[in-house]
Nanobody, 129 residues
């Protein structure tokens, strides 16, 4: 059964780093665009990063630019979100989601307009001292 499986969340202190993984099983991520979407408690979901598989082109929401990096590993069929210098406001459940095609430009602002066919199960990231 095709699915996205996430890992890597946890409790970290402000300023530390964390890596989230999103692996696809049962299908290839080639031709997909993958988004990292977070949901803070009581708030709507927000896309923080997008990466187009074929070009590895990535876009970010302003609040994470310079701190987060999205990348993909073709061999592992996996997308990563490297989170550096994390802040308490980064505390959220993080989801990866896959859209079956390229999305031109930075999809973080337009992610609600696309049909994300696959979703990971979500992983909790808590930033606290």
């Amino acid at each position: 059964q095709p699915q996205l499986v996430e890992s890597g969340g946890g409790l970290v202190q402000p300023g530390e780093s964390l890596r989230l993984s999103c692996g696809a099983s049962g299908f290839s991520l080639e031709y997909y665009t993958i988004a990292w979407i977070r949901q803070r408690l009581g708030e709507e979901r927000e896309a923080v990063a997008c990466v187009e598989w074929r070009t590895s082109s990535a876009g970010y929401v302003d609040s994470v630019k310079g701190r987060f990096t999205a990348s993909r590993d073709i061999t592992a069929n996996t997308v990563y979100l490297y989170m550096h210098n994390v802040k308490p406001e980064d505390t959220a459940v993080y989801y990866c989601a896959a859209y079956g095609g390229p999305i031109k430009g930075n999809c973080t602002a337009s992610f609600r307009g696309w049909r994300w066919g696959y979703w990971g199960q979500g992983t909790q990231v808590t930033v606290s001292s």
